[in-house]
């Protein structure tokens, strides 16, 4: 039996479209599907506004600008096991922005940068070659379990597409077999 996911959702931002609890662990549980023997299921999940985005951007990227997830692992002290994974951190201006850039569904990039900021959590990176696509493969896998397209084949949306908000879409469970 899999050990339980456990999610703390901090809201710092005021939004009105924002992944639900149920939802960043239905989504972790893809993850983790992956992982049968990480024991870390726990998360702290905060929603800022882009200002404290930027803010820890700089202060621990040293990139000035706000961005869509952050990822801090969690590292106990010494001889202290806790099943805490870390932290993320994510902007949902950034996030639907470039949900709209690129042509995706809000909603479908929410799941995207939980995915990719959990992979961060677990060690995963994207600075090198061939660790970007190892990621990005394992993102895809866990987005197609999730019954949701490619994040990485995307064209801009169309003028049109943006008025009309046809890239939009509510947290549903898009599983064939849900």
Sequence with gaps: MSQPIEVDRQLA???DALPTRADIERWLAAVFSRFQ???RRELTVRFVEE???????????GRDYAT??????FE???GLALALLGDLVISPHVVVREAR????????????MIVHGTLHLLGFDHIEDDEAETMEQLERDILADLGIDDPYAWAPVT????????????FEDKRTDA
């Excluded at 200002?51 to 990227?61: C, H, V």
């Design 13 to 15: 931002v005021d939004f």
């Design 76 to 78: 106990a002290p010494p």
């Design 101 to 112: 850039e690129q042509g995706k569904r809000s909603a479908d990039h929410f799941v995207h």
């Design 51 to 61: 200002r404290e985005s930027r803010q820890l951007n700089a202060t621990w990227r």
């Design 159 to 170: 003028p049109q597409a943006l008025e009309n908000n046809e890239n939009e879409g509510a």
């Design 37 to 39: 023997d990480e024991t």
């Design 68 to 73: 869509n997830v952050l990822s801090f692992p």
